[in-house]
């Protein structure tokens, strides 16, 4: 059993949370739904939990696969680690290890994100992945030069 502590939160804070869980119908007790509520927006902070390959993001749960000739060699994405047959390794030492010979990973593994049914070239998450980080530096550098632009006027925009 958890120990209960008490905080002090602000009265229209506390009525939310009131109005939320009489809305819902929840059976849950009040002292549970604040811990829940607590747990996941301290999961939230943390941001993404999973892989970080290079530029893309592969999220826990995550599925690699490489295909030889005889066989369909699997790893998953577990706490940020890829983990294949027990062994947290990188991508090129997945392909290496299931292939038997050094390969490019980009070109030889496959990725099925959770949720997905389809597995996903992993040089197409990659090249997804850099070009959205083109389109995000374009913005902010327009952004920015539209700044620029207004500091340098009298006139405010």
Request: hydrophobic share 40%; charged share 25%; glycine share 6%.
């Amino acid at each position: 059993m958890n120990q209960l502590v008490s905080v002090p939160i602000a009265l229209p804070t506390l009525r939310a949370l009131l109005d939320y869980q009489a809305e819902h119908a929840s059976e849950q007790d009040f002292s549970d739904l604040v811990d829940r509520i607590f747990r996941e927006w301290l999961a939230r902070q943390r941001g993404p939990q999973g892989y970080l390959w290079k530029t893309v993001m592969l999220p826990d749960g995550s599925r690699l696969r490489i295909t030889s000739l005889q066989r369909a060699h699997y790893a998953t994405i577990v706490g940020g680690e890829l983990i294949y047959e027990g062994v947290s390794m990188s991508p090129n030492q997945f392909a290496s290890a299931s292939l038997g010979t050094v390969r490019n990973a980009w070109k030889a593994i496959l990725v099925q994100l959770p949720g997905e049914l389809n597995w996903t070239p992993a040089t197409r998450l990659r090249y997804s992945a850099e070009a959205e980080a083109r389109r995000k530096a374009y913005r902010e550098a327009a952004r920015a030069r539209e700044e620029a632009m207004c500091t340098s006027r009298v006139e405010k925009c």
